[in-house]
Nanobody
Framework: QVQLVESGGGLVQAGGSLRLSCAAS????????MGWFRQAPGKERELVAR????????NYADSVKGRFTISRDNAKSTVYLQMNSLKPEETAVYYC???????????????WGQGTQVTVSS
């Protein structure tokens, strides 16, 4: 079992930055792929970024490449999402998620955090 707890959301002006944190606990962290999703009102949940806990390899949605950075701190069992140059349309609830093993298209995510609200004002 894996527990995920997000923090770091809030209100920021367009062009600003926020850093989200996801504290993970459980016995299989080294085998996890971690991801950050977001869901805006009336829209589907989308995968923003993911990272392999074992080798640190990352992948990003095209819409956030060059602006968002996902990283992990093994000592703190925490995954971060640094978000720069935020846009109003990126207002959403951001979720941390995880699954065992490597990601592949269609892979379901097994564990979810409770979500944290990010609001970007224009």
């Amino acid at each position: 079992q894996v527990q995920l707890v997000e923090s770091g959301g809030g209100l920021v002006q367009a062009g600003g930055s926020l850093r989200l944190s996801c504290a993970a606990s459980g016995r299989t962290l080294s085998r996890l792929t971690m991801g950050w999703f977001r869901q805006a009102p009336g829209k589907e949940r989308e995968l923003v970024a993911r990272i392999s806990w074992s080798d640190g390899s990352t992948n990003y949605a095209d819409s956030v490449k060059g602006r968002f950075t996902i990283s992990r701190d093994n000592a703190k069992s925490t995954v971060y999402l640094q978000m720069n140059s935020l846009k109003p349309e990126e207002t959403a609830v951001y979720y941390c998620a995880a699954h065992l093993g490597r990601w592949y298209p269609g892979r379901l995510w097994d564990y979810w955090g409770q979500g944290t609200q990010v609001t970007v004002s224009s």
